[in-house]
């Protein structure tokens, strides 16, 4: 068993980088200020952060710099749905050259304000089962962008939760209907292989900390409990009552982002989304330099990150395999 053995990629196309002679981007600069709109459905913490930089360090690998020949305009939605909504309406009517749209509330909530601006999205679910493009060669219309989407995923978490945590029976799924509209793709994917792994896959929305906390301490009330977040913008803006009160539930739990881990979860698999954003600015170029979105393929991930925190797993009594171990990108002492 090795890392790559974890995933199979299907399908997308990554785009390359259009190489532009120098007379062109000068004269690019001689034109005017192009305008991005960036809607984050995160909160503007150091996640969201790492986030926006990434995106930022591609734009000016491509000539683009806040200031001289572009302007960046941020909103931040921490996971709050109706924010969305309004911050939406707020940039579509200022009418940006385009929109890098973070989280699949926020692509909703704009493609229900506008049909022409581009929108170049970064979130965590099939595109196409979500109405947002027609396809994913081809898009068609004014939205595209690049996914965290996998159909086995769901397979995958079982499988490294019950490697770390044999004990596991019951499996909760954590996740927000408001901010994650499509978390029953997700679902099916984890309830299709449950039985393969003797678990039994609890279906738990959540809408508040304050419900995060009842689900984690029904859990705890009995031996075997255990839980999954899917990812979602409300479960990472909440990233940190949700590790903290795994722990003091005792509960085994895998993460879909590097950042859970490293925040004191006990282990994560999942797409690099810093690595999304960076990738996010070459479309965000080419839109610019007049590329429709609808001819830019959806683009699938093409890096994964398995980090496993060991000082979470000796505080749970969790024993480690040594081969998990051995393939993990990333082992905090």
């Not at 930022?56 to 572009?70: I, S, T």
């Not at 609808?294 to 925190?309: A, D, H, R, S, W």
Request: charged share 20%.
């Amino acid at each position: 068993m090795n890392r790559r053995e974890f995933i199979t990629l299907v399908g997308g196309a990554a785009a390359a980088t259009t190489v532009w002679p120098f007379g062109t981007r000068a004269q690019q600069r001689l034109d005017r200020v192009r305008r991005i709109a960036v809607l984050m459905g995160v909160a503007n913490d150091s996640q969201g952060q790492e986030r926006v930089r990434a995106f930022r360090q591609g734009l000016e690998a491509a000539g683009w710099a806040d200031g001289p020949n572009v302007q960046i305009d941020y909103h931040w939605v921490g996971g709050d749905a109706d924010r969305a909504r309004a911050y939406a309406a707020e940039v579509v009517a200022l009418q940006p050259d385009v929109i890098l749209a973070n989280g699949t509330t926020v692509v909703a909530a704009l493609q229900r304000e506008t049909r022409t601006v581009p929108i170049v999205f970064v979130l965590g679910l099939d595109p196409v089962e979500s109405g947002f493009v027609a396809g994913l060669a081809q898009p068609g219309g004014n939205v595209t962008g690049l996914t965290t989407f996998e159909p086995e995923m769901g397979g995958k978490w079982l499988e490294v939760l019950k490697e770390i945590a044999p004990r596991v029976r019951r499996v909760a799924l954590i996740f927000n209907p408001e901010t994650q509209p499509a978390y029953a793709t997700f679902l099916r994917s984890i309830e299709a292989a449950a039985p393969s792994f003797a678990v039994e896959p609890i279906t738990t929305p959540v809408h508040s900390v304050v419900e995060i906390e009842d689900a984690m301490a029904a859990l705890g009330r009995e031996a075997g409990g255990s839980f999954i977040v899917i990812p979602d913008v409300f479960t990472s803006t909440n990233h940190d009552p949700i590790v903290a009160l795994a722990a003091r539930y005792r509960l085994p739990a895998l993460y879909p982002f590097p950042f859970f881990a490293r925040k004191g979860g006990l282990v994560s698999y999942g797409i690099d989304v810093t690595d999304l954003f960076r990738r996010s600015a070459s479309y965000i170029d080419r839109i610019l330099r007049g590329t429709k979105p609808g001819e830019l393929p959806v683009q699938t991930p093409n890096k994964f990150e398995f980090v496993i925190n060991l000082k979470t797993a000796r505080a749970l009594g969790l024993q480690i395999p040594d081969k998990l171990i051995a393939i993990a990108d990333e082992v905090i002492e």
